[in-house]
């Protein structure tokens, strides 16, 4: 008969759940909680929060911002670039 392989359950289960629970945590769309339904690209201090340190434009998984939003951001950072309102990147 085998014997069974000793499994570290609640040690890796609590870890996996606290894990979890970080990856889970629900993101909100500032934007629409504030009620916003047009992004100005001269606001440079909002637009500076969706942008990485490089000057990225950083992906709707990290900010949390939903698709009607995150695209007037991409679009609004963008505008700010072309009119030299923000940088293209940063080294
Ligand atoms: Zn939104």
Do not use: W
């Not at 934007?31 to 201090?45: R, S």
């Not at 995150?70 to 940063?90: D, G, T, V």
């Amino acid at each position: 008969m085998k014997k069974k392989a000793i499994r570290p359950v609640a040690e890796k289960g609590a870890a996996g759940a606290s894990a979890l629970n970080v990856r889970q945590r629900k993101r909100y769309c500032y934007f629409c909680k504030e009620n916003v339904d047009y992004i100005d690209y001269k606001n440079i201090t909002v637009l500076k929060k969706f942008i990485s340190d490089k000057g990225k434009i950083r992906p709707k998984r990290s900010t949390g911002n939903c698709v009607q939003h995150q695209k007037m951001i991409a679009s609004a950072i963008k505008r700010a670039r072309e009119i030299a309102l923000m940088p293209y990147f940063k080294r």
